[in-house]
């Protein structure tokens, strides 16, 4: 059951870089969020409104608070752990979408930022990239400088600085309780975040350039069931995919897909995706059903001159499409 905590006027709840193993809801009283703005640094404050939750995003990541929470008169607090906050949030869908619906533009606000410091230098945008991670993590802001470091590896996972960026995220990782002076760099894994699966993720891209593809496979295995929460486990359900049609195992290629389809409809690669169901149905001789997919791909938006696109028609046109 979740607890109530009473606090004090001018107490504080939790401090930056403390471990985050709770949800809280603010039930009276008033609590102030003080953060540092990403761009100039400058202190930032959120007031929590009664009946509001706070604490969610570093709790459900299992990453160190980012900010200092403060009671600024006698407040009530009611703190679910992370279990007892998923089992109320299936059953309360409208507050989960109100929640999205403020994590969303808290994520536009943090791009918005971060495409006006990519556009302040002459850099390419790999290196601007890599240039504003290196300018955080030297000023030893790491929640800002791991954030960034995670956006290189997702956009360049094969740059010339990646093998850099992944030691960076690694370091950081353990000076992060730094920033809020109190936070063990031996914290057990489970409330590490998502920078390890980066970390997994770029090695099992590696063992892919090494055509080391059934040790990529059981490596991006590890990712998806190890943090099946984050962005890493998308990827990974992709590249596992991919493995599978490269080590020609097309029946387990185009099981895992449709699965993985029924998980993320929404996937980041899912014109790939289908083409590759295609192709696989194509090697098995099925090519009613290859020609359906490729034609589903066909009908899904394209950028000019996509890659995927020109394969698609070249692959109907061998089957006589």
Same mark, same amino acid.
């Given at each position: ?143 800002? %400088? ?10 360049? #996972?094969? $740059?010339?600085?990646?093998? =850099?960026? /992944?030691? !960076? ?121 290859? %020609? ?10 394209? #950028?000019? $001159?996509?890659?995927?696109? =020109?394969? /698609?028609? !070249? ?7």
């Amino acid at each position: 059951m979740p607890k109530i905590f009473q606090f004090r006027a001018g107490s504080v709840i939790y401090c930056k870089g403390d471990p985050a193993d709770r949800v809280l809801i603010l039930q009276n009283g008033m609590v102030n969020l003080v953060y540092q703005d990403m761009e100039n640094g400058a202190d930032m404050r959120d007031m929590v409104q009664q009946g509001e939750f706070f604490g969610v995003k570093s709790a459900l990541g299992r990453y160190a608070r980012e900010e200092n929470a403060i009671c600024l008169k006698d407040s009530t607090i009611m703190a679910f752990s992370i279990p007892e906050f998923e089992q109320f949030a299936a059953a309360n869908t409208r507050i989960v979408m109100k929640m999205l619906t403020v994590f969303s533009t808290q994520l536009r606000q943090v791009h918005r930022q971060l495409t006006v410091l990519l556009k302040t230098g002459e850099q390419n945008p790999e290196a601007g990239l890599f240039s504003v991670g290196e300018y955080y993590f030297k000023q030893k802001r790491y929640t800002y %400088a791991k954030y960034i470091f995670n956006r290189y590896l997702a956009y360049y #996972p094969s $740059g010339k600085n990646s093998a =850099a960026v /992944t030691a !960076r995220l690694e370091a950081a990782e353990r000076a992060s309780g730094g920033e809020g002076g109190n936070q063990p760099s031996s914290q057990p894994a489970a409330s590490q975040p998502a920078e390890t699966a980066a970390g997994a993720y770029h090695n099992a891209l590696n063992l892919i350039k090494d055509e080391k593809y059934q040790n990529a496979y059981l490596a991006f295995k590890q990712v998806e069931e190890k943090y099946p929460a984050s962005e890493w486990a998308a990827k990974s359900a992709f590249e596992i995919g991919r493995c599978l049609y490269t080590l020609k195992k097309f029946a387990e290629c185009i099981q895992y897909y449709t699965g993985m389809l029924g998980r993320y409809p929404q996937h980041p690669n899912l014109r790939e995706t289908v083409f590759f169901i295609g192709r696989a149905n194509e090697h098995l001789e099925k090519k009613d059903r290859a %020609a359906a997919f490729y034609k589903k791909v066909l009908a899904m938006p394209a #950028p000019e $001159g996509d890659k995927i696109e =020109a394969m /698609t028609k !070249r692959a109907l046109k061998d089957l006589g499409e």
